[in-house]
């Protein structure tokens, strides 16, 4: 059964640093891209961050690029979020979730159902 758990959220000032964790388990996680997702009150879920199966690709939607570095350990079958320079629009539910490829571009379609995700509110 393939499951991920986040964690690692919380309330964060604007301008603070938060890191998340997904540990993932159920499948080969080193064949796989793997992404962290956000879905703030009332908007659809977007891509933040994504990795390639062996993390030499990385990606970044505008929004966030420059403040979140995504990271993964193959080993332990974890990926991790370091997310810097915060703003009240980083304000969300964070999940991870896997690929149907190692490629990126296949994290567009996510391939498992979503885990409980891990709030981050950032707030003054």
């Known amino acids: 059964q393939v499951q991920f758990v986040e964690s690692g959220g919380g309330l964060a000032q604007p301008g603070g640093s938060l890191r998340l964790s997904c540990a993932a388990s159920g499948f080969t996680f080193s064949n796989y891209a793997i992404g962290w997702y956000r879905q703030a009150p009332g908007k659809g879920r977007e891509l933040v961050a994504a990795?390639?199966?062996?993390?030499?690709?990385?990606n970044y939607p505008d929004s966030v690029k420059g403040r979140f570095t995504i990271s993964r350990d193959n080993v332990k079958n974890t990926v991790s979020l370091q997310m810097n320079s915060l703003n009240p629009e980083d304000t969300a539910v964070y999940y991870c979730?896997?690929?149907?490829?190692?490629?990126?571009?296949?994290?567009?379609?996510?391939?498992?159902?979503w885990g409980q995700g891990t709030q981050v509110t950032v707030s003054s």
């Open positions: 979730n896997s690929g149907k490829t190692y490629r990126v571009s296949s994290l567009y379609d996510p391939t498992y159902s």
């Open positions: 990795i390639s199966n062996s993390g030499g690709t990385t």
